[in-house]
C-alpha cells in the first residue's frame, strides 16, 4: 500500500474515476494497483510519500490482500477523530526513517506494523459504508473469505457461482 499525506498546502487527487481535493494533514490510502493521480493545487502543496509492502503483513493480518481502502480514507478519520492520530503515526515513522540509525529504523518499522494494522482494521470499504456496523469477527472472516475469491476469481466466466459453493452462499 502507498499512504500519500499532505504536508503543506492542498492537492488534488483523481483515484479511478472518483476526484477529491486534500487539505493540509489530510491522508489517503492507495494499493498498488489503484490507478491514482495527484496534482498540487497551490505552489507551497508539499506531498508525503510512505509505501509498504503488504507481504511484510500477511503473516498478522492474513487478509491485507483482499482489503479495499476507502478513497475517502481522510473523511473517515475525520468521522472516528482520528486524523491526528493517523497524522502523527505516518509523521513518527518519516522522521524515523530519516534519522536513519538501526534504532530508529527498527522503530519506524514497529510503527509501520502499527498504522497498518490500524488502516486494515478500521479504513477499508466495509468500515467506510457501515461506520456503525459492529459485525462479530465471524461475519468479517466471511467477508474476507468472499472478498478472497472474487479478488482470485474475478476473470473466470462466474465467479459468483465459485463463491456460491465455496462459502455456501445463494448467489
Known sequence: IEILMVAKGKANVTMSFERFELNQGDFIVIRESDPHAFSSS????????????MSAYVEKIPHLHYILFACESFDLAKYRNE?????????????RLIRGDEKSL???????EDLVWILANDYDMIKYYNRKWDASYGKIEKYYLIMGYLFE???????????????????
Not at 466466466?157 to 448467489?171: C, D, M, T
Request: charged share 20%.
Open 42 to 53: 497551490d505552489s507551497n502543496c508539499e506531498i508525503i510519500s510512505l509505501y509498504f509492502d
Open 83 to 95: 486524523t491526528t492520530k493517523i497524522r502523527n503515526l505516518i509523521l513518527a515513522i518519516l522522521v
Open 153 to 171: 476469481n474475478y476473470s473466470t466466466k462466474n465467479p459468483l457461482e465459485i463463491i456460491a459453493n465455496e462459502v455456501h452462499y445463494s448467489k
Open 106 to 112: 527498527a522503530e519506524a518499522a514497529g510503527t509501520g
